[in-house]
């Protein structure tokens, strides 16, 4: 390894000049007025790549932006990993927020400020060097590589799922690498070894044809937003328990060896408390409050409209009230079985006077691979010989739709080998990455490969 380091170390400056470059380009895939700058990006990556000693890079078309292939596939008996990452960003607004222009990368006190610095530009231009330093100082490299790198993840990668069906050989693998999570805290390496699935969906509630004097229909009209309130609370009982029959029929209790990781994280409920400035904690009482955020089910209303509201009182009965409401998943929870359920619970609880329908949103399938998987075990080795501390393994609250895809489709483990901060602003103004983590994360990853390679 001391040769890789000292490679790195070499070309730091270069490299970091290179990052820029690909920082600059604003591949914005919510505005189709940067189609052209998505095309662009993608050909910088398939030319950064093949300097990096990658083979078959290329840009493959979808129904929407392209994704970038790229393999070294040299070395017989030894697993393949498939690395995963996206180069598309986030929008830029309000930009009037922004300390230095967004597509104008800037280093501030060891932080390297640019939209896609974190997310997640700035982590899959370390896997590409990870692999030029091993291949440039060694010659080959101790697993078999392939890169898919896709342009529509701030989107909702709406083409990917079935790029990946098309292209199963393609993208065969034994593992697969993503590297956009991220870790705890400030040098406390993390691996996420599950994310909770999602489904949602937008319930109406009609009543009259128009909105209605209260004055002069009160007491003989049922109220739209009333009907809906008492819908709403039919959800949970008092204690936060969600009260849909069957909603928790498949959900899989945590292994003892699970439960433990998470006491090791020693994360109190008075930091999640300050963290959110709420009051109190709440929810089911049974379980700890990790386990409530990263491996229960929840349902969640998001939002509610109707009515007037606007300054003072208008003394009407609206026509119509709506509330957007989400799930989240865990592990055996199917989200089409989920939304049957919520409809099914819907329609026993709909209120009398109103007509009450659903809209659904988009949905995504939870994910998890046992946290004592090798592939997962040998990351947790590689970040400790660097960072000098032991890994924290958890499960995200969150969803990343396309990681249950990958795994449906291709029947991977997945290892979420992160390196961003929470505090890193990705998806706000004056996102940034700390360099200490890029230097850190670098040498992490080459560890990675040969540590897998020892244990397949």
Request: with cysteine; charged share 25%.
């Amino acid at each position: 390894m001391d040769v890789i380091q000292q490679y790195l170390k070499e070309k730091r400056k270069d490299h970091l000049e290179e990052l820029f470059s690909f920082l600059s380009l604003e591949s914005i895939s919510a505005l189709p007025e940067h189609k052209k700058d998505i095309d662009r990006t993608a050909e910088w990556l398939v030319n950064a790549l093949t300097k990096a000693g990658l083979e078959n890079a290329a840009i493959h078309l979808t129904s929407g932006n392209p994704v970038v292939y790229a393999d070294w596939l040299h070395e017989e008996g030894k697993p393949t990993v498939l690395v995963y990452g996206h180069y598309d960003v986030q929008p830029v607004d309000p930009l009037e927020l922004w300390e230095s222009p967004p597509f104008a990368p800037e280093i501030r006190n060891e932080k390297l400020y640019a939209r896609g610095a974190s997310d997640d530009k700035g982590q899959v231009f370390m896997h590409i060097k990870a692999i030029e330093a091993i291949l440039k100082t060694t010659g080959s490299l101790p697993v078999n590589i392939k890169f898919c790198i896709e342009g529509e993840e701030e989107i909702g990668s709406p083409a990917l799922p079935s790029f990946v069906e098309a292209n199963k050989k393609l993208l065969s693998a034994d593992v697969i690498v993503i590297s956009d999570t991220g870790m705890m805290e400030e040098g406390k390496p993390t691996i996420c070894y599950g994310l909770r699935g999602l489904c949602g969906m937008e319930i109406h509630v009609k009543g009259p044809k128009s909105d209605l004097h209260s004055g002069l229909f009160g007491g003989a009209i049922h109220n739209p937003i009333t009907a809906l309130s008492h819908l709403l609370a039919s959800f949970h009982d008092d204690n936060g328990v969600i009260s849909v029959e069957g909603f928790y029929d498949r959900v899989i209790s945590l292994t003892r060896e699970e439960k433990d990781a998470f006491a090791a994280l020693e994360i109190t409920d008075e930091s999640i408390i300050e963290q959110t400035g709420s009051p109190s904690l709440f929810g089911e009482t049974e379980f700890t409050t990790l386990e409530r955020l990263w491996v229960r089910p929840t349902l969640e209303i998001n939002g509610i409209k109707g009515g007037f509201q606007g300054t003072g009182v208008k003394t009407v009965i609206p026509s119509e009230a709506s509330a957007k409401i989400t799930c989240r998943l865990v592990p055996a929870q199917d989200p089409d079985e989920i939304v049957a359920l919520l409809k099914k619970h819907i329609e026993k609880h709909k209120p009398k006077g109103v007509d009450v329908t659903v809209q659904l949103f988009d949905k995504g399938n939870p994910y998890v691979t046992p946290f004592d998987h090798k592939a997962i075990q040998a990351a947790g080795r590689a970040y400790e010989k660097v960072y000098k501390v032991p890994t924290s393994y958890t499960r995200g609250g969150g969803s990343i739709p396309i990681v249950a895809a990958f795994d449906q489709i291709l029947h991977l483990p997945v290892v979420l080998m992160g390196f961003g901060l929470p505090d890193e602003n990705f998806h706000a103004p004056n996102e940034h990455f700390h360099l200490k983590n890029y230097d850190k994360g670098l040498e992490t990853i080459c560890h990675y490969w040969f540590d897998l390679a020892e244990v397949w």
